[in-house]
């Protein structure tokens, strides 16, 4: 502080903050910040929290600087829960993600992750509500909103339709037989 910033409310309230020193502010160099925000060269200021250090899984903490590196990764799919830590709801949920994400642990190939939108923003992700369930399979990185049921069979069902990664992985278990072995179930 004090610091000169430039919001955007044509794109969703994006700020960008002027890296000179305060001290040195000149009418020359404010004219010159304006012309490179019309002309497009600032980056916008976007709030994250640090990447998380060590093992990040079952559940995936995501924050803002690796948001781009694990969403739009294509060999993925990535489920994430946008939220609130204030949020009721959200914390009503939070078992539930975390028994999902611990049920998929062993899938390689898909990430289940949390993403506290109070303390982290990515340009372009606009979060209306807590929490937000958002799927971004291999093949659509533009993203998915997620409006099923909230149980951990609803999760499970909703994976087992929409994600190839869930599919191949538990193919076998679907194929093997519920309780007994498969003379059992021939004598019924």
Same mark, same amino acid.
Request: net charge negative; aromatic share 10%.
């Given at each position: 502080?004090?610091?000169?910033?430039?919001?955007?409310?044509?794109?969703?309230?994006?700020?960008?903050? $002027?890296?000179?020193? /305060?001290? #040195?502010?000149?009418? @020359?160099?404010?004219?010159? +910040?304006? %012309?490179?925000?019309?002309?497009?060269?600032?980056?916008?200021?976007?709030?994250?929290?640090?990447?998380?250090?060590?093992?990040?899984?079952?559940?995936?903490?995501?924050?803002?600087?690796? $948001?781009?590196?694990? /969403?739009? #990764?294509?060999?993925? @799919?990535?489920?994430?829960? +946008?939220? %609130?830590?204030?949020?009721?709801?959200?914390?009503?949920?939070?078992?539930?993600?975390?028994?999902?994400?611990?049920?998929?642990?062993?899938?390689?190939?898909?990430?289940?992750?949390?993403?506290?939108?109070?303390?982290?923003?990515?340009?372009?992700?606009?979060?209306?509500?807590?929490?937000?369930?958002?799927?971004?399979?291999?093949?659509?990185?533009?993203?998915?909103?997620?409006?099923?049921?909230?149980?951990?069979?609803?999760?499970?069902?909703?994976?087992?339709?929409?994600?190839?990664?869930?599919?191949?992985?538990?193919?076998?278990?679907?194929?093997?037989?519920?309780?007994?072995?498969?003379?059992?179930?021939?004598?019924?």
């Amino acid at each position: 502080m004090p610091c000169v910033r430039l919001i955007d409310p044509s794109e969703n309230m994006l700020k960008f903050v $002027w890296d000179g020193n /305060v001290d #040195d502010i000149s009418v @020359d160099n404010m004219r010159s +910040y304006v %012309a490179d925000f019309k002309a497009g060269n600032l980056a916008p200021h976007l709030k994250s929290e640090d990447i998380p250090e060590g093992e990040n899984k079952p559940l995936t903490v995501l924050v803002g600087k690796q $948001w781009e590196e694990i /969403v739009k #990764d294509e060999t993925k @799919d990535v489920l994430v829960k +946008y939220y %609130a830590p204030w949020c009721g709801h959200c914390k009503a949920l939070a078992p539930t993600w975390e028994e999902l994400a611990q049920d998929v642990a062993d899938i390689d190939d898909l990430i289940i992750a949390k993403f506290d939108a109070t303390a982290n923003e990515v340009a372009g992700l606009e979060i209306r509500g807590y929490p937000t369930l958002k799927y971004y399979p291999k093949d659509n990185k533009a993203g998915i909103d997620y409006s099923g049921d909230r149980e951990l069979a609803d999760f499970k069902k909703w994976l087992n339709e929409n994600s190839t990664a869930y599919q191949a992985a538990r193919a076998t278990d679907a194929a093997a037989p519920e309780g007994g072995n498969e003379a059992e179930h021939q004598e019924l």
